[in-house]
Nanobody, 124 residues
């Protein structure tokens, strides 16, 4: 069993930055393709970014491309999401997710494990 714990959320002004981290325990982060999703109030959970298990290929939602960067830190057993140029519409609970499959995935049902989420609030 793998446990995912997100951290790094908070309140930031528009244009600011935050770095989210997802700590993986029970297994090695390099064993998984990882994803970040977010869910705003009264909206469905949506894909943000993903990194493949093999080759660490990355993929982003159009809404965050060029502003967010997903990365894997094998030494710390974490996957990170650097978020720059934040906008009020980025406000949401952010979740990390893991799957043992090889590539990057954008669908909620592609992932087997989920963290509890961390709140990101961007004020205008």
């Amino acid at each position: 069993q793998v446990l995912l714990v997100e951290s790094g959320g908070g309140l930031v002004q528009a244009g600011g930055s935050l770095r989210l981290s997802c700590a993986v325990s029970g297994r090695t982060v390099s064993d998984y393709a990882m994803g970040w999703f977010r869910q705003a109030l009264r909206k469905e959970r949506e894909f943000v970014a993903a990194i493949s298990r093999t080759e660490s290929t990355t993929y982003y939602a159009d809404s965050v491309k060029g502003r967010f960067t997903i990365s894997r830190d094998n030494a710390k057993n974490t996957v990170n999401l650097q978020m720059n140029s934040l906008k009020p519409e980025d406000t949401a609970v952010y979740y990390c997710a893991a799957t043992g499959r090889a590539y990057y995935y954008t669908g909620i049902y592609d992932y087997d494990y989920w963290g509890q989420g961390t709140q990101v609030t961007v004020s205008s």
